[in-house]
């Protein structure tokens, strides 16, 4: 489901990122894809009302957040559930991200004992002399 949103998404984008379609009445051969234009989608056959402005779709961009502010109040038991299901998977992340953070802090720790050099065994004064200064 994941990658059918994510790939949506970048569909989305690349559409909008793309130069606009030609007109095909102008004779722009790239306006017709497959046997399909620009006006057979649904766009506007008039240049003047395909222009928006900054504004309009700032109004229609804050329209549209509301509305879906608005689909608890009209939708409560799929709210509900969807808040059920979004419980759900936080607490199994919670518990299960625990559980591997705990696992991982023990294999460093371990892996932390393993490479430490072992203990040195205490050297005696008598070691710290050079031999050839012992006799002096």
């Known amino acids: 489901m994941s990658f ?15 130069p606009a379609a030609g007109d095909p009445a102008a ?8 046997g399909y234009t620009a006006a057979s989608f649904g766009a506007p056959s008039d240049p003047a009302a395909a222009e928006m402005g900054a504004g309009e779709a700032l109004t229609m961009a804050a329209r549209s957040a509301q509305d879906v502010m608005g689909f608890c109040g009209r939708n409560p038991d799929i709210c509900a559930r969807s808040h059920e299901i979004v419980g759900h998977v936080i607490r199994q992340t919670t518990h299960y991200g625990g559980m591997a953070l705990v696992w991982l802090t023990d294999k460093a720790r371990e892996q932390q004992q393993d490479s430490a050099p072992s203990p040195v065994a205490p050297v005696s004064r008598q070691a710290l002399v050079p031999p050839h200064l012992a006799g002096a």
Do not use: K, P, Y
């Not at 004779?27 to 497959?34: F, K, M, P, Q, R």
């Open 4 to 18: 059918i949103l994510r790939a949506a998404f970048w569909l989305t984008v690349l559409a909008f990122l793309l």
């Open 27 to 34: 004779g722009d051969e790239t306006a017709s894809v497959g």
